[in-house]
């Protein structure tokens, strides 16, 4: 057999020069198009489902958020495994699925058992909610905003937050290939109403009159139109509260014709979220970090050029004395794995020259045998490419398995 394909090579060179030329043709393509990583991501085929509350202890959380919840999980077709973790005030349930499994098709399966399972759940006590679809290797980019020089007063860590929450999260979010960008640090932003009960019993209000009266003074109403010649005119009241003096002038009620004003029997001033940790950067104080998640499944260098792309148009568009910082970038760790691997193949493939050359004691000879090393690289990674398991190796694995 081995002695056909030897003279039907030898004597159909165009034939067999053209099929070669075809490998190494394709090999190039699957390369530059095949997803590579610097590290393998063994992540399971896996969905999770999270519920916060915060007035739950964790014995609460398992009794009544991550029993119902996993009692309506178990009938999941091609379900491998279900685990749970419940602590104070957080409900994690981890549901594992068989590989070949489609994610998305898995995810509209729980998103049903969730809309089943809520009605067992009363409503304060939180509303589940599936994670991102990402893995444990999602987190490609991450990033610090911190004022500059001169400029610490002016951005405190209130004010940053803010800023990484509506300027520069809402451009990176509508990235293709990025699923989600997390923010950590700071403090988020809120307005907060301190009620004096000296003032709410000589005034005679009570609570349920300032949550209906807050409720029904901050919103927008739309109205009909006015048609004026070839102009139409459309009414609409906007009552939308824009910040503190706004709250303040809320009527709460009113006493013998007097209209009662927020600002009578509370306080309103700007306050923040209860928060569980901070950031900081170098011992020079508070700054607040952005961790950008890839989509499951994309190439990690393409999403990571894009976002590097995206981030140098944020740039412009933040306040004079804010600035962007990148601390972790994957495509860094992807180039430096690269060129490590590209040098040792060089040098390896030189060595196996060398000894060939040296066994047959012919350069041109040793150099056809060699030959045979980029091509079947190339022919594997096609094969990769072709069944779809480029996604799960790594490019260490990529190279040494050819």
Wanted: aromatic residues 8%.
């Amino acid at each position: 057999m081995i002695s056909r394909i030897m003279y039907f090579s030898i004597h159909n060179k165009l034939i067999i020069s053209v099929f070669v030329m075809g490998i190494v043709g394709l090999g190039i393509y699957s390369l530059t198009h095949l997803p590579l990583d610097a590290v393998p991501d063994i992540t399971d085929n896996q969905v999770q489902i999270i519920t916060s509350s915060p007035d739950l202890s964790a014995q609460e959380v398992e009794r009544f958020i991550t029993y119902p919840l996993e009692l309506e999980m178990g009938n999941i077709p091609s379900v491998v495994e279900i685990r749970s973790i419940s602590r104070f005030g957080l409900s994690v349930i981890t549901i594992v699925f068989e590989e070949h499994i489609d994610i998305y098709w898995a995810r509209e399966q729980i998103n049903q058992k969730i809309q089943t399972a809520r009605s067992e759940i009363p409503e304060q006590f939180g509303q589940p909610e599936m994670g991102p679809i990402s893995t444990g290797l999602g987190e490609i980019y991450q990033y610090v905003i911190y004022p500059d020089e001169g400029y610490q007063d002016q951005f405190d860590a209130t004010e940053l937050r803010t800023i990484q929450d509506w300027i520069i999260r809402r451009q990176l979010i509508g990235l293709d290939g990025v699923v989600e960008v997390n923010s950590s640090g700071g403090y988020l932003k809120q307005y907060e109403i301190s009620i004096s009960q000296g003032k709410l019993k000589a005034y005679g209000v009570t609570l349920q009159e300032i949550f209906q009266a807050v409720e029904a003074n901050n919103s927008n109403a739309g109205g009909s139109y006015i048609e004026k010649e070839n102009q139409t005119f459309f009414i609409r009241g906007e009552g939308m509260v824009n910040n503190t003096v706004d709250l303040e002038n809320i009527v709460v009620k009113k006493v013998q014709d007097v209209p009662v004003l927020l600002k009578n029997v509370a306080r309103v001033t700007i306050g923040h979220s209860p928060r569980f940790g901070a950031v900081t950067m170098d011992g020079k104080g508070e700054v607040v970090a952005g961790q950008v998640m890839m989509l499951k499944g994309e190439n990690s260098m393409e999403v990571t050029r894009r976002i590097k792309e995206r981030i140098e148009e944020i740039k412009e568009s933040l306040p004079e004395g804010v600035i962007l910082e990148p601390y972790l970038d994957r495509s860094k760790l992807i180039n430096r794995t690269t060129h490590t691997i590209t040098k040792n193949l060089i040098e390896g493939a030189l060595i196996v020259i060398f000894i060939l050359v040296l066994l047959l004691g012919n350069f041109r000879a040793g150099l056809i045998v060699a030959s045979v090393i980029p091509i079947s690289m190339l022919f594997a990674v096609t094969c990769m490419r072709i069944f779809g398991v480029s996604e799960r190796l790594s490019l260490l694995r990529l190279f040494l398995l050819t």
